[in-house]
């Protein structure tokens, strides 16, 4: 991967630059202005974190209208293949978007950004089409504060579907699902296999269950799958009252059924606005996303504070030992951030 750009201070641009200027440039539709600015909010020193926070409020009142759409699925299952299929429509249909993704082991990796550009290869060349990964700062808080981040900046620049993709193993699912309006879940055929490999949990707060790969011989094992899905749905729970999440199946390789897939996502739009639910959703999501933030700040304060990251070195060794209780290490702790 390249290296991040810098100014000639070796800052991130317009780290020390007027924000109102960037986020002009971002609003007229500027990429590289775009890159910048999400190289920006990547960044851990406190003065960068300032100027972010800036350049957010700035252009907070040109976010807010894209459609957010979470998607999930265990490695394997095609969402990349998927998107890229999906993408292409949406593009020649007049939309533009952006697609982040959310890797929370990538602080390990490196990262698997040039890999989804190669699976997405048609989509990363679509001019109106813009691929990026979303930093996660190695923690889940990272990732859902630095994607809503970079999601507001992306609905800033225009771009009116943000598709957020997560690896599909651990917890980031939950952490997508409280920032996007739609949260759909790729399910590969074999419905018994697959429902061992994916958290219950997940499936209780989708929003639509897509049979992927329905194609070819996959055809009918996918549409008995879909079968064992709706039923098992029929015993859950909707987590609204406007909304059933429906089960369909559909092809990422050919397209079939990509077009019953964007109605679904419309259909839930449509329902949840009429019953007031779409804008309690997005109120609730800056509440968290402002929960977030402010859990990665306290986070900050520990890993950058020399004096309390040595007392909690001491501290922690003391706990393994067995000479401190936890309890009484956490009340120091928190009286060392309260000073």
């Known amino acids: ?191 018994g296999d697959e429902l061992q490999g994916l958290k219950k949990g997940v499936i209780e707060i989708a929003d639509m269950i897509a049979v992927n790969k329905a194609d070819g011989d996959g055809k009918a094992r996918a549409g008995a799958a879909a079968a064992e899905y709706r039923a098992a749905l029929n015993i859950m729970t909707p987590t609204s009252p406007s909304w059933s999440p429906p089960v369909i199946t559909v092809s990422g390789q050919s397209g079939d059924g990509l077009d019953e897939l964007w109605r679904r996502v419309e259909e839930h739009r449509e329902k949840l606005t009429l019953s007031g639910e779409f804008d309690d959703r997005r109120r609730s999501q800056g509440v968290k996303w402002m929960w977030a933030m402010l859990d990665e700040r306290l986070t900050a304060v520990l890993r950058d504070n020399a004096e309390i990251r040595r007392r909690l070195q001491e501290l922690e060794a003391g706990v393994r030992a067995g000479e401190i209780a936890p309890a009484l290490a956490v009340d120091e702790i928190a009286a060392l951030l309260s000073v």
């Open 1 to 191: 991967m390249s290296a991040k750009p810098q100014s000639k201070s070796g800052r991130p641009p317009a780290a020390n630059g007027d924000t109102a200027a960037l986020a002009a440039a971002i609003r007229n539709g500027d990429r590289s202005a775009l890159a910048r600015a999400i190289t920006l909010i990547e960044s851990k020193r406190a003065d960068h974190r300032h100027a972010a926070a800036e350049l957010i409020q700035h252009l907070l009142p040109a976010t807010g209208h894209s459609r957010r759409i979470g998607i999930t699925g265990v490695p394997g299952v095609g969402k990349s293949t998927l998107i890229d299929m999906l993408g292409l429509q949406l593009t020649g249909a007049g939309h533009r978007l952006a697609v982040l993704a959310v890797d929370p082991s990538s602080s390990r990796t490196g990262g698997s950004i040039l890999g989804d550009k190669t699976r997405m290869a048609r989509l990363a060349a679509d001019p109106n089409a813009f691929i990026r990964p979303s930093p996660s700062s190695g923690t889940l808080g990272g990732v859902a504060a630095k994607t809503r981040e970079t999601m507001l900046l992306c609905e800033a620049a225009g771009f009116d579907v943000i598709i957020v993709e997560t690896v599909g193993i651990g917890q980031s699912e939950t952490a997508v699902a409280d920032m996007v309006d739609f949260f759909l879940v790729l399910m590969l055929p074999g419905a």
